[in-house]
Nanobody, 124 residues
């Protein structure tokens, strides 16, 4: 079993930056692919970025390419999401999830574990 805890969400002005962290428990965390998703009010949860279990492969949604960077440190059981050039459309609750299935990395329904989420609010 894997437990995930997100942190780093905050209120930031447009154009600003934030760094989100996803802290996992247990050695099993290192065997899971980790995805960052976001969910705005009234909208479905959507994938933002994902990283392979060993960091060897990454995925980014088109709307964050060039602005967000995902990374992981398995020695610290942590996956980070560096977010730059934030705009109000990035406002959402951000969740990290764990899945063994890289082929389904964009599908929230294929994730086995989720954190509780962290709020990101970007003001204009």
């Amino acid at each position: 079993q894997v437990q995930l805890v997100e942190s780093g969400g905050a209120l930031v002005q447009a154009g600003g930056s934030l760094r989100l962290s996803c802290k996992g428990s247990g050695r099993a965390f290192r065997t899971y692919n980790i995805g960052w998703f976001r969910q705005a009010p009234g909208k479905e949860r959507e994938v933002v970025a994902a990283i392979w279990w060993n960091g060897g492969r990454t995925y980014y949604a088109d709307f964050v390419k060039g602005r967000f960077t995902i990374s992981r440190d398995n020695a610290k059981n942590t996956v980070s999401l560096e977010m730059n050039s934030l705009n109000p459309e990035d406002t959402a609750v951000y969740f990290c999830g764990a899945t063994l299935r890289w082929a389904a990395i964009q599908n929230a329904g294929d994730y086995d574990y989720w954190g509780q989420g962290t709020q990101v609010t970007v003001s204009s």
